[in-house]
């Protein structure tokens, strides 16, 4: 070793010991005739002192920043302490001093608050990863895979390695491909995510799953995405859903608890799919704050279990005022606090609304003055009786505004989420370091696909629907006849026995009760369009195990990187990642990818077709 | 829960207990008016008793092998117990049943000796995984991996996942590539080992890094290699190669220990390279047994140090013997207690290194009797002098029979080796559960390409030679101009900072002290025959990182499928891994790589070239 401890080692017990320390030059500071150094490694930051004769010896070689170096002296006593350091009690008196390798000027400061831009940090990644703040999420990050493995050790789950190289078969997604050598113009694919080989396993027998695992989509990357990301995987045999929220709620508590130290005490929230988008317009509800959403008017065709309470609503009738009687879907808000709000600051929210973010036509608001009156931009078509009735439809109080939204339900539903989130963080309801879990079920089993016209798997086709509702899925026609009305269609009402866990607005994990009968999935296969041969092609070894007898089985995956960044406090997947790529699924560092040599291609069988 | 325990739980504590048990009919035996069957889950077995009534409804809808079944019932006490079973003192009498699902008869038997060839059990592994034989292999796979987090955990290394796209640098195999939707024309590469990644970390200092990751290597395949596998990879800063054994025989002590319940209490050996070649014949003896080899003759080029002890040898000069004066390389081996061997089974000898796969043009034997007096199949060359001379070199006793090859170096070291397996083997000598460790130090730093005429890395490109041979390296000219010749050039005789852990004959595990400062990487990539540009081009971020404080280094990478393999007392890698592939790389189980769609190569920017 180069080192008889770390730099984050040594305290006032140590004084009088003769020590070797090896690191990263963090700082030089020369004070007359003395030099003193900070010299910095993974474990800590301990100070050097350098005597007249080595202060001397440091002109003719000097140490700049990011040097590594290797000293050897005694451990003293600081007569100037640093508390806020572990090792802020004592120094090192050097003895002598090894150059182990010098560093250029780094092209960013390496320290928190850095000056270096985003491009210049990913191309420098090595240097990036030097920052505390950086090392510090790095550090979270294997902090919360111990947890996830030391909680599924001890209820039982095995860690199976399953395939990178598997069959191209994408639904949904874009699968990344690799061209086969030894089969030409045969191809692998990437996984998406190990579901299949996770079910297999369950047919196998192995009844507790987990896997923290790369997976990979080929997608036009959002903001937020990777091309690459990791997984915690997990599947169980012989349960129902009952059981996987209370072992996964486990898990998230577990983690909870070793990774930040907190006792997440109380029940995990639940909320159906449908409540949670009638009462705050998204799947994926930030519950750490109320202000519920309260839905004026929406098409008859959704939310089914919820047309009785819409008869209470005052638009359940034509109004007069056209914006509303024209609109698919009219939905409330009340914002506590907020009557008093200046033209100027509702102006400003109206513009916000109307961003193409958000995309809206404009922002109706009624103040509901804390003397009980009422007043809104709509004074023509509503009297004040009828403001009434809308602000006591939208529970609203007395000081509070209420704001609406109008427009196609899609739209509509996903801004007035929106405002909700935008004003919640405005009013300070989004605490960092509050934590608040929800799972939300009964997803729908099916989404409509625009584009092709026709109907997707919500989660994947492997999602088992509610047991009451097969016979709507076997016994209607999947084909849409009238686009616009696809929410007319009867797939648009089936549950599927499908969970999201919701952890601060975020989607966290997802899982389902899968399909384990061959007939039932083949008849799944057929709702999503896919021909038997299709079926056969692409999941016949899937089609097959359940002829053998598949146990009844269920799962969940967790978006491991997103977790980890929430944990961190951080809505940026790419800080927790320790070689990211960029959002045109570019690694700048490697500058990769790049072109291959041609013989790499005709060994490959393949040609470039470039437009 | 379709539980309230597992089949491997009950015991007879648990008498009159009320229980649900769920999992897979492993047998079913009617005696008379009530049926026996031994349900089946990953935990074990538990007989069920179906009494008369039970027994008639059977009749009615039967239960076939694998079918899965839900049972509630009592828990007994058997009348006639089988204490091989830990559940084998009690039964379920069953109240009622349910069919969970069926199942078709299995194309093989679910046993650990099953009827089932290979390329059936392949096409069929989620069934073949269901055999108690293969499932112990993956448990024992998954507490190698437990064991492995657990030791490097306690020693300070953290689990840093790297990424698996990258950028196409073939050094040595072939890459895979994936073609990049988004940037046409290029191309990722899958990691063969991560390599470079865990060298920035080192950079970056995280001081040690450990992942058990998956590698990938497009090589033709030979018969037990597979085209993805894992590595228990693990790099450590300001490290010397000292620390390093320390450090990973430790690992290799603790997964003996936590795995196999043996305490490896003695050193492990170490031997330098050269030892292992002059005594064995290869870079990694079996050490489990003696018989060492017997080098009567060498070419003067290679073996540097040990040309003096070649002097003593009976051949040292021309013998008079066409055979053994015309050959590059002449190898003994005695084998003890076979001096009494017949000339039939001395056939079968010679026919054994006369195999292709040995390739050798012949054996020569001398029988050293019991009685002192000696015979050999060259005595019209060699009197009863010479062969004494010969018997004391090989160091033979009485009693055992000398075996001598003599042809190129490469091929007769390799046969004598393989000769010395094969003999160890057949006199018992390798046993399965006596576990030696061995360390192998100071390999070759490069090795001769025939193809290429060139000099490749033997390890790879980031190797740091030995101090005192970098001048050799720097001052030599890397060209070879007689290709017959290449281990007269300077390079063949350049050791490396490398080290290979060997383990009853295989190699577990090979690592090396890197090379951390620029020029010397640079000088090394020019010794490769890299251009300054192609270096530039394929390891720029390296360099680049090189430049800012790189650490001193190194670390080791373990083959985790053949570790577990070894543990598991088989030859096989493909019996420890879930999923494998088969010799051309196929999964006949998902009939992948597979056709993919002229939609999707279009996308990808590229087209099939088929010849």
Chains 1, 2 share one sequence.
């Not at 440091?58 to 170096?69: Q, Y």
């Not at 004592?90 to 150059?99: K, L, P, R």
């Not at 047991?467 to 084909?479: A, G, K, R």
């Amino acid at each position: 070793m180069f080192r008889t401890h770390t730099c984050g080692q040594l305290r006032l017990q140590d004084i009088a010991t003769e020590v070797t320390l090896a690191g990263w030059v963090q700082t030089v500071r020369k004070f007359g005739s003395i030099t003193f150094v900070d010299l910095r490694d993974r474990y800590g930051i301990t100070q050097l002192l350098f005597g007249e004769e080595l202060t001397i010896q440091l002109d003719t070689t000097p140490l700049g920043r990011e040097f590594v170096v290797q000293v050897k002296g005694t451990v003293v006593e600081r007569s100037n302490k640093n508390l806020a350091l572990p090792t802020g009690e004592i120094e090192i008196a050097v003895g002598s001093f090894t150059i182990l390798n010098s560093s250029a000027v780094p092209p960013f400061t390496i320290q928190d608050d850095t000056d270096g831009g985003d491009d210049l940090r990913m191309r420098y990644r090595y240097l990036d990863l030097r920052r505390g703040v950086v090392k510090r999420n790095i550090e979270l990050r294997y902090a919360v895979n111990r947890a996830t493995r030391e909680y599924l050790h001890l209820q039982g789950f095995m860690d199976i390695e399953t395939p990178f190289l598997i069959k191209s078969t994408p639904e949904g997604a874009r699968d990344f491909v690799v061209p086969s050598r030894m089969n030409a113009g045969q191809f692998y694919a990437l996984p998406q995510s190990p579901q299949t080989f996770k079910q297999l396993l369950m047919v196998s027998g192995y009844d507790r799953y987990y896997q923290i695992v790369k997976c990979f989509r080929d997608e036009d990357l959002r903001a937020d995405r990777q091309p690459e990301f990791t997984q915690i995987d997990c599947e169980m045999a012989f349960v129902e859903q009952e059981d996987i929220l209370t072992m996964f709620e486990g898990l998230i508590k577990f983690i909870f608890k070793q990774v930040k130290g907190i006792d997440y005490a109380e029940t995990v929230e639940r909320m159906t799919w449908e409540d949670a988008m009638w009462n705050y317009g998204i799947d994926k509800p930030d519950i750490r704050f109320g202000m519920k959403v309260a839905n004026l008017k929406v098409p008859s065709t959704v939310y089914v279990d919820k047309q009785d309470s819409l008869k209470a609503s005052p638009l359940a009738e034509t109004s007069g005022f056209g914006v509303f009687d024209n609109a698919e879907t009219v939905i409330a808000i009340s914002v506590p606090g907020a009557a008093e709000y200046t033209r100027k600051q509702i102006d400003e929210l109206t513009d916000w609304v109307k961003r193409p973010q958000v995309g809206m036509q404009g922002l109706v608001n009624i103040k509901y003055n804390a003397d009980g009156t009422l007043k809104s931009s709509v004074d023509k078509f509503f009297n004040e009786e009828k403001l009434k009735a809308i602000a006591a439809y939208a529970d609203a109080k007395p000081g509070e505004l209420i704001l609406i939204l109008a427009g196609a339900e899609e739209r509509t539903r996903k801004a007035i989420s929106d405002l909700r989130l935008e004003l919640g963080e405005r009013l300070g309801l989004r605490k960092k370091e509050e934590f608040k879990l929800l799972w939300v079920l009964d997803f729908p089993l099916f989404e409509y696909d625009e584009e092709g016209n026709r109907w997707v798997a919500r989660h994947h086709p492997f999602t088992s629907p509610k047991p009451t509702q097969i016979s709507d899925m076997i016994n209607n026609n999947p084909l849409i006849e009238n686009a616009s009305e696809y929410l007319k269609h009867p797939y648009a009402n089936i549950k599927a026995n499908a969970y999201d866990m919701v952890l601060n607005g975020n989607e966290i994990g997802g899982g389902s009760i899968r399909i384990f009968q061959r007939e039932l999935q083949e008849k799944m296969f057929a709702a999503l369009g896919m021909s038997k041969e299709e079926a056969q092609h692409k999941f016949g070894f899937l089609l097959g195990a359940f002829e053998y007898g598949a146990p009844p089985h269920g799962g969940i995956a967790f978006g491991f990187d997103r977790l980890c960044a929430i944990l961190g406090g951080s809505e940026s997947i790419r800080d927790f990642i320790a070689f990211p790529k960029n959002n045109s699924g570019r690694d700048v560092m490697l500058d990769a990818p790049a072109s291959i040599d041609d013989k790499q291609l005709e060994e490959l069988s393949i040609k470039l077709d470039l437009k």
